[in-house]
């Protein structure tokens, strides 16, 4: 029989996260970060936003840990942090895509 406990807080984790996604601008993101890193600004061309509102979503996202930054020379190139996240945004899009 399943931990009952175990399984409400896996429940939790997985609300907050989908939480996150339910946000259009912060889906965007994720779905670009999907196929590979990207810096502030090949996120703000792709999205159509402001560097600011981008770089405001990045660091809510950092703090919910859905996404990771390396930075390199002067460039912040973010990812998503945990391989299922992109295959659940992949699988999504293939889903939606109609």
Do not use: W
């Not at 930054?69 to 942090?81: E, K, M, S, T, W």
């Amino acid at each position: 029989m399943p931990d009952l406990s175990e399984s409400k807080k896996r429940c939790a984790r997985v609300a907050a996260m989908l939480k996150s996604l339910a946000h259009p601008q912060r889906l965007f993101i994720l779905c670009r970060l999907a196929r590979g890193e990207a810096t502030v600004s090949l996120l703000r061309a792709a999205c159509g936003a402001s560097q600011s509102l981008i770089s405001q979503h990045l660091t809510r996202m950092r703090r919910e840990g859905l996404v990771q930054a390396r930075r390199q020379g002067n460039f912040v190139h973010y990812r998503i942090a945990d391989p299922r996240l992109s295959a659940l945004i992949l699988h999504m899009e293939k889903t939606f895509n109609e």
